[in-house]
């Protein structure tokens, strides 16, 4: 429902609103009521303003959710649902902002989490010498993903020199994405919390800066086993279980994450919207 007039010029928080008939949208068979301002005769709909404002393929946008979840790429689901591949990745843009403001909400929510863990899953953008990585916090007790961000790092090991003389110098954001993922959901976690992770050298100056007083437990990582799509451990019982287990279920769900897959990640930005829809689909739907 509007709550006022979208005439920017038109300042009156509170407008006086005219209902104004009815036209019929077609693309998903809905009478929408129309509104008329008394202050500045502007004209306007209840679908003004929306998220979905002028798309004309509604009907698909919640079947295109699941699908984008479980692990579908986008020709796939261009080529079952019958649109063009451009109409995915704009419905990708506009679901996972969606997402984002359904995550907001959800993180608002939950206050007082007193048991973290977080990592990061390597990646690629379209080729191994520009490698990406998405750090990830979960709640231990319910798995339930806290956020999700993407940063460029350098390329390293042995394809390190090779990546340098073919794209140049690549630069490091990932200190920035953990900021940002502690920035994000400091809010709902307990002062004292307990957070688990693995010994990598970025990540207990962030968590001393975002959360003094919390507990920061780091473990070894171990040799990741073939049934765990390489992110479950070859443990008896492995204490980073919960973040393992989602990056598993992020390997197994969104196709551009896949082990050995054909299809790459063309621009971060695309990964992130992808990941923002998987986490409402799996925060909602799976656990
Ligand atoms: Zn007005």
Same mark, same amino acid.
């Given at each position: 429902?509007?709550?006022?007039?979208?005439?920017?010029?038109?300042?009156?928080?509170?407008?006086?609103?005219?209902?104004?008939?009815? @036209?019929?949208?077609?693309?998903?068979?809905?009478?929408?009521?129309?509104?008329?301002?008394?202050?500045?005769?502007?004209?306007?709909?209840?679908?003004?303003?929306?998220?979905?404002?002028?798309?004309?393929?509604?009907?698909?946008?919640?079947?295109?959710?699941?699908?984008?979840?479980?692990?579908?790429?986008?020709?796939?689901?261009?080529?079952?649902?019958?649109?063009?591949?451009?109409?995915?990745?704009?419905?990708?843009?506009?679901? =996972?902002?969606?997402?984002?403001?359904?995550?907001?909400?959800?993180?608002?929510?939950?206050?007082?989490?007193?048991?973290?863990?977080?990592?990061?899953?390597?990646?690629?953008?379209?080729?191994?010498?520009?490698?990406?990585?998405?750090?990830? =916090?979960?709640?231990?007790?319910?798995?339930?993903?806290?956020?999700?961000?993407? =940063?460029?790092?350098?390329?390293?090991?042995?394809?390190?020199?090779?990546?340098?003389?073919? @794209?140049?110098?690549?630069?490091?954001?990932?200190?920035?994405?953990?900021?940002?993922?502690?920035?994000?959901?400091?809010?709902?976690?307990?002062?004292?919390?307990?957070?688990?992770?693995?010994?990598?050298?970025? @990540?207990?100056?962030?968590?001393?800066?975002?959360?003094?007083?919390?507990?920061?437990?780091?473990?070894?990582?171990?040799?990741?086993?073939?049934?765990?799509?390489?992110?479950?451990?070859?443990?008896?019982?492995?204490?980073?279980?919960?973040?393992?287990?989602?990056?598993?279920?992020?390997? =197994?769900?969104?196709?551009?994450?896949?082990?050995?897959?054909?299809?790459?990640?063309?621009?971060?930005?695309?990964?992130?919207?992808?990941?923002?829809?998987?986490?409402?689909?799996?925060?909602?739907?799976?656990?």
């Amino acid at each position: 429902m509007n709550t006022g007039c979208p005439n920017l010029k038109c300042l009156k928080i509170d407008n006086n609103l005219q209902k104004d008939g009815f @036209y019929f949208r077609k693309n998903d068979s809905r009478r929408i009521q129309r509104y008329k301002c008394r202050d500045c005769g502007k004209r306007f709909s209840k679908s003004t303003g929306e998220l979905e404002y002028k798309q004309k393929k509604r009907r698909i946008n919640n079947i295109l959710f699941k699908n984008l979840a479980s692990g579908m790429s986008i020709r796939r689901c261009a080529l079952n649902l019958n649109i063009h591949q451009i109409t995915v990745k704009r419905k990708l843009i506009y679901l =996972a902002k969606k997402a984002r403001l359904h995550h907001a909400e959800y993180l608002e929510k939950i206050r007082g989490l007193k048991k973290v863990q977080f990592d990061d899953l390597i990646t690629i953008e379209h080729t191994k010498l520009k490698p990406l990585t998405v750090s990830c =916090a979960v709640d231990s007790e319910s798995r339930m993903i806290l956020g999700a961000q993407v =940063a460029s790092i350098p390329a390293f090991g042995k394809i390190a020199k090779i990546s340098r003389n073919k @794209y140049g110098r690549r630069e490091n954001n990932h200190k920035i994405a953990l900021e940002d993922l502690f920035n994000q959901i400091k809010s709902s976690l307990d002062p004292q919390v307990e957070i688990k992770s693995d010994k990598h050298k970025l @990540y207990p100056q962030v968590v001393k800066k975002y959360l003094p007083e919390a507990k920061h437990r780091r473990y070894k990582g171990g040799r990741g086993c073939v049934t765990g799509q390489g992110e479950l451990k070859r443990k008896i019982r492995d204490p980073l279980f919960s973040i393992n287990h989602t990056y598993a279920m992020l390997r =197994a769900n969104i196709n551009r994450l896949f082990r050995k897959s054909w299809n790459t990640t063309k621009d971060p930005q695309m990964l992130k919207n992808h990941l923002d829809i998987y986490i409402q689909y799996h925060n909602t739907l799976l656990i």
